[in-house]
C-alpha cells in the first residue's frame, strides 16, 4: 500500500496543498545544532509564522523604514556600527567559524552601513521591506521566507560546507563554508549574509516564516523584535498569526 504522506504521481498543485496544510497544522521544528551551540551557547532564536497578504510597500511602512534611519544615523556611523551588539556578535561568530565578516557582511551590517552611507534601502515589497525594518531596528539579522517553499518541517542551524550549493538572494552563488545556515530538507535557506532564492518570498507568498538570529543571546531584544515583527505583520501584511516563540 502507498504511504498517505508520499507525493509522487501527484500534480504539483496537490502538492502544495498538501504541504501547506501539513506545516500549518504542526507548524515548523527550529533546532539549533552542536556546531552552532559549541561557538555560540548563547544563541536566542525568535521566529514568528503568519498567514499574509503580500504587496508593495505602503507609504506608511516606507516612512517608518525611513525614520529608522533617520535613528540609526543619529546613534552610529559606519566605523561605530560594527559595535552594535547584534551586529558585532553575528560578526564574532563568523570569526569563530572560519569566516570573514568583512568579506562576507552580515545583512544587519549591510542594510546599516547603506543607511549611514546615504544610500537608502531599495524597495522590494511588504514582506521584504518589513523584514529590512526590523532589522534596522534591533540590529539582528533577519531570515524571511515563503514557508510554503520550505521542504519538510524542520529548520535546523548548522554550519556551512566546503562547495555546499548556495543560491542568494541578489548575489548568486554564495560560498557558505564555514557560515551560520539553516537548512531544510533539500538544503541551505538562510544565512545571516543572504537567504536563498529558493524560498523567498514575492506576491504569491500566502504563508511567511520570519527568523530573527540573536548571537548576542539578548532574550529581553530578541523577543521585543518579535513582537515588533507581529506588529508589522498585522499592520501591513494582514496578518493572521500562527505562532511566535523564541528558541
Known amino acids: 500500500m502507498k504511504n498517505h504522506t ?20 504542526h507548524m515548523m521544528k527550529l533546532i539549533v545544532s552542536d556546531q552552532v551551540r559549541n561557538i555560540c551557547p548563547e544563541y536566542v ?22 525614520e529608522a534611519g533617520e535613528q540609526l544615523q543619529q546613534s552610529y556611523d559606519t566605523n561605530t556600527v560594527k559595535e552594535r551588539s547584534g551586529i558585532k556578535a553575528t560578526r564574532t561568530v563568523y570569526k569563530k567559524a572560519g569566516k570573514d565578516p568583512s568579506r562576507y557582511r552580515p545583512s ?19 514582506l521584504v521591506d518589513l523584514g529590512n525594518l526590523i532589522s534596522l531596528c534591533c540590529g539582528y539579522t533577519v531570515a524571511v521566507l515563503d514557508m510554503d517553499k520550505i ?16 543560491e542568494a538572494i541578489g548575489r548568486g552563488p554564495l560560498n557558505i563554508a564555514c557560515m551560520p545556515v539553516f537548512r531544510d530538507a533539500m538544503g541551505g535557506v538562510a544565512t545571516p549574509t543572504s537567504d536563498n532564492v ?11 516564516l520570519i527568523i530573527i538570529n540573536g548571537y548576542d543571546g539578548n532574550r529581553e531584544s530578541v523577543q521585543q523584535a518579535v513582537d515588533h515583527t507581529v506588529r508589522l505583520l498585522q499592520t501591513y501584511a494582514q496578518a493572521e498569526i500562527l505562532e511566535q516563540r523564541l528558541f
Do not use: H, M, W
Request: aromatic share 4%.
Open 6 to 25: 508520499d507525493l509522487n504521481g501527484l500534480p504539483n498543485i496537490y502538492k502544495l496543498i498538501f504541504r501547506t496544510t501539513l506545516k500549518n497544522t
Open 45 to 66: 532564536g525568535g521566529v514568528v509564522i503568519a498567514r499574509v497578504i503580500n504587496s508593495p510597500a505602503s507609504d506608511a511602512l516606507l516612512k517608518e523604514i525611513a
Open 108 to 126: 544587519c551590517e549591510q542594510l546599516a552601513r547603506r543607511i549611514l552611507q546615504g544610500k537608502g534601502l531599495y524597495t522590494i515589497d511588504t
Open 151 to 166: 521542504e519538510g518541517d524542520t529548520l535546523t542551524l548548522g554550519i556551512g560546507e566546503e562547495n555546499e550549493p548556495y
Open 198 to 208: 529558493r524560498t523567498q518570498v514575492g506576491a504569491e507568498t500566502n504563508n511567511v
